[in-house]
């Protein structure tokens, strides 16, 4: 009943561009109870992926370890309600990508230190855990190559860094390769302008190191590249419209730090600092609508607060802004089909709530409980 009757609202207001609810803060106002009869009782940091046909999903972690779902009910109006999916199999937060038929495809550390994931069907709905193995320590990054499969970046039990890639887009099979080092955390993957997937990691004396792709969709050059600074979170990354790359790092003064390439597929510059004063949990970015990249990230004062860039292709980037909330954990941030950026926390309630822009490259309207 309850999912008819929220279905009827929805269709009232599907035309609107976003359906704003009642605007608060997370953890304001707990009027939804903390148990897994109604969602996740969230842990962790939570993740997002778009659909095939343009409906934001989140994932969450539940208190019971396992993986919940929530499908917005129309393209950027509305959720379906939560799905648990799991067997209580889940040793940390979930992680997304799109596959070449644009399924969405979840991989976790399972409790048992494997690498584990999880495909979208044509339905929607998502098919059986398929155990892909390995010893990690740490949550796993994952890109798409330029033929379409799936790569995936993981800290071995060793503390090397280990990928594994799919034997083709689509399939079911894939191969591990130790890329060497010794990291700490969580690594960081995206994709440069000519197609090769590009790994950040923290490494020894808390610097950073890179390591590229040789070849697109291919091997890996066999050394690291050692960028320096000082970090104390796992870092990430964002290609701009310019075609650079962008990393993103917290310093041990917990401010936000900026390092771009100097040309596409190029070397690297040197570090800006961007302020703020910012929780140990990794940072989540995004390019907005006008193609402005934007950071989010936990301030030290639990809400979520995001640095944008001053205009598209500058590298020049504002001073931190609140968007409010009171969190425990990392941001997650999704593109709704119409360009507006969507945030996602836990909230201190373990809560998943989030906060969507009024419109595109705009303001953010109040958090609200994502049900």
């Known amino acids: 009943m309850r999912t008819l009757l929220r279905r009827a609202l929805i269709t009232t207001v599907a035309a609107a561009t976003v359906a704003v609810g009642v605007v608060g803060t997370?953890?304001?106002?707990?009027?939804?109870?903390?148990?897994?009869?109604?969602?996740?009782?969230?842990?962790?940091?939570?993740?997002?992926?778009?659909?095939?046909?343009?409906?934001?999903?989140?994932?969450?972690?539940?208190?019971?370890?396992?993986?919940?779902?929530?499908?917005?009910?129309?393209p950027g109006v509305g959720w379906n309600g939560w799905r648990n999916i799991g067997t209580g199999q889940l040793g940390g937060k979930?992680?997304?990508e799109r596959d070449a038929d644009g399924h969405l495809v979840v991989f976790v550390r399972g409790t048992d230190n494997a690498l584990w994931w999880r495909t979208q069907t044509d339905a929607g709905t998502f098919g059986p855990w398929v155990r892909i193995g390995g010893g990690i320590t740490d949550d796993p990054a994952a890109g798409r190559n330029a033929d379409g499969s799936l790569s995936v970046l993981v800290r071995g039990t060793a503390g090397s860094l280990w990928t594994w890639k799919q034997d083709?887009?689509?399939?079911?099979?894939?191969a591990w390769t130790d890329l060497g080092g010794g990291i700490i955390g969580s690594p960081a993957i995206v994709a440069q302008s000519d197609g090769r997937l590009?790994?950040?990691?923290?490494?020894?004396?808390?610097?950073?190191?890179?390591?590229?792709?040789?070849?697109?969709?291919?091997?890996?050059?066999?050394d690291y590249t050692y960028l320096g600074g000082a970090i104390n979170t796992p870092p990430v990354a964002q290609r701009g419209v310019d075609g650079l790359v962008h990393l993103f790092v917290r310093g041990l003064d917990n401010a936000l730090y900026t390092l771009p390439q100097l040309e596409p597929s190029g070397?690297?510059?040197s570090y800006t600092y961007l302020g703020g004063s910012w929780t140990a949990d990794q940072f989540a970015t995004s390019r907005q609508a006008d193609g402005r990249i934007s950071v989010f990230g936990r301030g030290s004062n639990t809400a979520f607060w995001t640095v944008v860039e001053t205009e598209a292709g500058s590298g020049s980037f504002g001073t931190p802004s609140s968007l409010g909330g009171r969190f425990s954990g990392g941001p997650a941030v999704g593109v709704n089909v119409d360009g507006r950026l969507q945030v996602f926390g836990v909230g201190t309630d373990r809560q998943i709530w989030s906060a969507a822009q009024r419109e595109p490259d705009g303001a953010y309207a109040g958090f609200t409980i994502t049900d």
């Open 26 to 74: 997370a953890g304001a106002g707990q009027n939804k109870p903390n148990d897994v009869n109604y969602g996740p009782v969230a842990t962790l940091s939570p993740a997002v992926g778009r659909d095939i046909d343009g409906r934001l999903v989140a994932f969450a972690r539940g208190a019971d370890r396992s993986l919940w779902y929530d499908t917005q009910a129309v």
């Open 94 to 96: 979930p992680v997304v």
């Open 168 to 174: 083709g887009p689509g399939t079911p099979t894939g």
């Open 198 to 222: 590009v790994a950040f990691v923290r490494g020894g004396g808390d610097a950073v190191y890179v390591k590229t792709q040789a070849e697109a969709s291919g091997a890996w050059e066999p």
């Open 267 to 269: 070397t690297y510059g």
